[in-house]
């Protein structure tokens, strides 16, 4: 078993570090392939993230990022539950209203309209087999943001349903 860990979504995914866990006796291919690869990141930001770890701050950073998307999470569900099955509630930084493809694409259509972009399941998924939905997304916006987002949406899927 490997693990793999990254600092991708916390300290942005620019900055390419993470951390792998493996058997001893995969170690020695790992490195083998990283060094034909040329996939080494920078010592700097290495020694950077080794400090933030040491010192907590990567931790506390990482807490206060949970707080915040718990309570994005309860406003999403405060808004969007009644409309539909929600999923991912509490998983990260979207949540997904699962709906009737058509009526998620009638509502991505309308919020658009109105300012807000809320992409449905069939845009972020491989296949076209997939049931329907909005994926409710609040990593990269304020909470003002979101609560007029939330607001656009439940409009237009009140409008959908009458």
């Given at each position: 078993?490997?693990?793999?860990?990254?600092?991708?979504?916390?300290?942005?995914?620019?900055?390419?570090?993470?951390?792998?866990v493996?058997?001893?006796?995969?170690?020695?291919?790992?490195?083998?392939?990283?060094?034909?690869?040329?996939?080494?990141?920078?010592?700097?930001?290495?020694?950077?993230?080794?400090?933030?770890?040491?010192?907590?701050?990567?931790?506390?950073?990482?807490?206060?990022?949970?707080?915040?998307?718990?309570?994005?999470?309860?406003?999403?569900?405060?808004?969007?539950?009644?409309f539909?099955?929600?999923?991912?509630?509490?998983?990260?930084?979207?949540?997904?209203?699962?709906?009737?493809?058509?009526?998620?694409?009638?509502?991505?259509?309308?919020?658009?309209?109105?300012?807000?972009?809320?992409?449905?399941?069939?845009?972020?998924?491989?296949?076209?087999?997939?049931?329907?939905?909005?994926?409710?997304?609040?990593?990269?916006?304020?909470?003002?943001d979101?609560?007029?987002?939330?607001?656009?949406?439940?409009?237009?899927?009140?409008?959908?349903?009458?």
């Amino acid at each position: 078993m490997v693990y793999l860990g990254t600092v991708a979504k916390t300290l942005g995914s620019g900055i390419r570090l993470g951390w792998l866990v493996a058997p001893a006796e995969l170690v020695e291919r790992i490195t083998a392939h990283r060094e034909s690869i040329g996939d080494f990141p920078s010592v700097p930001l290495q020694r950077a993230l080794l400090s933030l770890l040491r010192d907590g701050e990567w931790d506390r950073a990482v807490r206060t990022a949970r707080r915040r998307y718990r309570e994005r999470d309860r406003s999403v569900e405060n808004a969007l539950s009644r409309f539909g099955e929600l999923r991912g509630l509490g998983a990260g930084m979207h949540t997904t209203l699962m709906l009737d493809a058509s009526v998620a694409e009638a509502v991505a259509s309308e919020a658009l309209r109105q300012g807000v972009e809320v992409p449905t399941v069939e845009e972020s998924a491989r296949t076209h087999t997939t049931p329907g939905g909005l994926v409710i997304g609040y990593g990269r916006v304020d909470a003002a943001d979101l609560e007029y987002a939330l607001e656009v949406i439940r409009d237009c899927l009140e409008d959908h349903a009458r």
